[in-house]
């Protein structure tokens, strides 16, 4: 099992992937490469297939053509099991969080531990378990409730502390503000970045929150036509002439959150924020 | 070849006492050392980070931990270790108490016999509450028959009774063959073997046919009511339809109700009906009794109130299959797990409800005269 960090520039590189249900095409030709250290917000409409490509990038969803290179290693996505060492080296957040209902939250961050490596003791897992609960934001007594006493946010602070459990290299989550209410969405957000400057993990964020692709995310892809028809920070997709684009950030929700986002700007400036610096900030 | 993190221990001048870290401190490679650092005694000065390679919030922990446990410093950290030394130290941990599970005192037997008292208190008061709902349900739809998901009804009929029909017919037509070969073997010793037909025609029609097929209902039925209302339960549909003003109750319960009740009259007839002619068939061969023979001499051997007796009882077996299972399904709550043992306790509630109830009938219908 390899210790040593990934130190390419790009841990996901996705070239020419097609993926379909029967003959329903959802990708076609789509390439998508995301920078090291990076928060990369995936956007598109509803169906466009952003889950399916998180899916087949994470080899749960098999490619009909095309290559994926996940942390350098090749992903093959008929083999969903193979590729173990990998799996110990990123963590997912599905939407509806997906924890093992029957195991307690921190059961269930103990479960990769346990998996990947026996040799650690009990305490030592326990304490990283709790650990790991504390670090996503719940409060301690969280640790021993089962996910069906938690709330949709605090689900969805378990889902995040279950994929950093392995310290992972990468961290996708789909759609993590989904659901919350604006005060729970904004301290999400803030719970993402401040993970990111802290571990230096690169984030593959799907998401329909515009005030989280504003605040966290340093640069943003977009899905639609079955592909990536651009990446780039906002105001570089902005001065772009596509009109789902366009729609997509000047619509009134898009202004919305623009005008907040500058309302902080000219407010506390507050350390460096993500949209000054275009992408990479590498560990 | 994995690399693991490792110690030495420095002595120092003045009674300086440090350890020396090195290798990765990465979740990976931190299990040993972990074990070791817990062996050690101390009390050190410092902790010597400067010969680390990686590190993650796992090693981090770990010599956070180690620090304030030997009261050292740490030095020699590089960037990112400080960062996550640092963000360990923000989110300390109150000390867990360790004190586990109390040991089985008297006292706390009799608390778990209390509890389980009062839990099956609970249990017995929430099924006659579920009884009342379902009366009062079904008071309702005699009332207003309009009401009545009639289409949800024919479905239930449907899987219930016509699908179970290949399935409940082989094993019927299979269980006549072994008990008229058995019968057949030790009548033979008395000369008796013509007796073989009242064995199979009245057993068939009394007990086995209904029984087995009730056992076979609870197995296919009972068990998909339960898991359905429960999986229904944990997605929110059954709130969803209160919500909307449909009771579950008449939505989901009574058409399963009905299904199970009148199927299980049905099919328990049907049942012996194969376990006879399963009978006759084996008799053929091993007796020698034509096949026709055999069914004519079924209509003068079995009195009319054996099929009676098997007709009363199947109605009353069929409901409290789909009472048990509607009722465990409806108690389902918290999470998946719970679906799978509400299932497993209405199949078994329900085929044990059924066997005393058949013991009771067996009795009441000799001491009634239709033995």
Redesign the interface.
């Known amino acids: ?1 390899s ?3 990934f130190t390419g520039d790009f841990p996901i590189v996705v070239e020419g992937l097609k993926t379909a249900f029967g003959d329903h095409v959802i990708h076609e030709g789509l390439d998508l490469s995301v920078r090291r250290g990076e928060i990369l917000g995936v956007v598109g409409g509803s169906g466009t297939g952003k889950s399916v490509l998180m899916r087949a990038i994470i080899g749960l969803q098999p490619a009909a053509d095309g290559r994926i290179e996940v942390l350098g290693e090749e992903i093959a996505g008929d083999h969903a099991d193979d590729d173990i060492d990998i799996r ?1 080296r990123w963590g997912v957040l599905f939407q509806g969080g997906a924890l093992f ?2 195991l307690t939250v921190a059961e269930n961050i103990e479960v990769p ?1 346990k998996e ?2 026996p ?3 009990p ?2 897992r ?3 378990a ?3 609960v ?2 996503s934001g719940l409060p ?1 007594d969280a640790a021993d409730k ?3 006493e938690l709330s949709g946010g605090m689900k969805k602070r378990a889902g995040l502390a279950r994929a ?1 459990a ?2 992972p290299e990468l961290l996708f989550l789909d759609e993590p503000t989904a659901g919350l209410d604006p005060i729970g969405a904004a301290a999400f957000d803030q719970l993402t970045r401040e993970l990111q400057d ?3 993990h690169t984030v593959f964020l799907i998401t329909h929150d515009l005030d989280t692709l504003h605040e966290i995310c340093d640069r943003v892809a977009v899905i639609a036509d079955k592909r990536v028809i651009a990446v780039g920070t906002i105001p570089e997709l902005l001065a772009l002439d596509h009109p789902w684009i366009q729609q997509y950030f000047n619509g009134p929700r898009g202004r919305a959150a623009q005008d907040a986002q500058a309302r902080v700007r000219a407010g506390v400036r507050a350390g460096t924020k993500a949209m000054d610096k275009p992408g990479g900030r590498g ?1 | 070849m ?2 693991w993190a490792e110690f030495s221990i420095a002595e120092g001048e003045g009674g300086a006492r440090g350890v020396v870290l090195s290798g ?1 401190l ?7 050392l ?2 070791q650092l ?1 062996g050690i005694e101390g009390p050190f000065t410092h902790i010597d980070l400067s010969g680390v ?2 590190v ?3 090693g981090a ?2 010599v956070w ?1 180690f620090a304030r446990d030997s009261g050292a410093d740490i030095v020699g950290a590089s960037d ?1 270790a400080r ?2 030394i640092a ?2 130290h923000r ?1 300390e ?2 000390e ?1 108490s360790t004190a586990g599970a109390a040991a089985l005192s008297p006292e706390g037997m009799a608390a778990l016999t209390g509890k389980f008292v009062i839990a099956y208190g609970q249990g017995v008061k929430h099924f006659l509450a579920f009884l009342g709902e379902l009366i009062v349900a079904l008071a309702t739809l005699v009332r207003h028959p309009s009401r009545m998901r009639w289409t949800s009804v024919v479905r239930q009929f449907d899987l219930v009774g016509i699908r179970a029909l290949p399935i409940i017919g082989l094993m019927s037509f299979l269980v006549g063959i072994v008990i008229a070969q058995q019968g057949a073997v030790q009548l033979e010793q008395f000369g008796a073997e013509i007796y073989t037909i009242n064995l199979t025609g009245r057993l068939s029609f009394r007990e086995l046919g209904v029984l087995m097929t009730a056992i076979m209902v609870a197995g296919r039925s009972g068990s998909s009511f339960a898991a359905q209302i429960g999986t229904m339960k944990l997605t929110e549909e059954i709130d969803a339809m209160r919500t909307i003003g449909v009771s579950p109750m008449e939505a989901l319960v009574v058409p399963r109700v009905l299904a199970s009740t009148f199927m299980l009259m049905v099919l328990g007839f049907y049942a012996a009906i194969l376990s006879i002619i399963g009978g006759a068939f084996i008799s053929m061969y091993s007796l020698e009794i034509p096949f026709w023979t055999f069914l004519s001499r079924i209509q003068e051997v079995v009195p009319n109130h054996d099929m009676w007796v098997g007709l009363i009882k199947g109605p009353v077996f069929g409901l409290i299959i789909a009472l048990a299972g509607c009722y465990q399904g409806m108690r389902v ?5 719970a679906v799978g043992i509400r299932t497993t306790v209405a199949v078994v509630q329900a085929i044990f409800a059924v066997i005393v109830l058949d013991a009771f009938f067996a009795v009441f219908f000799t001491e009634v005269g239709w033995g």
């Open positions: 099992m210790l040593e960090h110990a209902s029957t531990l990947f490596y040799e650690i003791s305490t030592l326990r304490e990283i709790r650990y790991k504390m670090l301690d089962y996910p069906s950093l392995m310290d802290t571990l230096g560990a | 994995r690399e990765p990465v979740v990976a490679s931190i299990g040993r972990d074990a817990r390679g990686e993650d919030t796992v922990w770990t931990r990112k960062r996550l963000a360990v989110s941990l109150e867990e709550e918290g999470n998946s797990e």
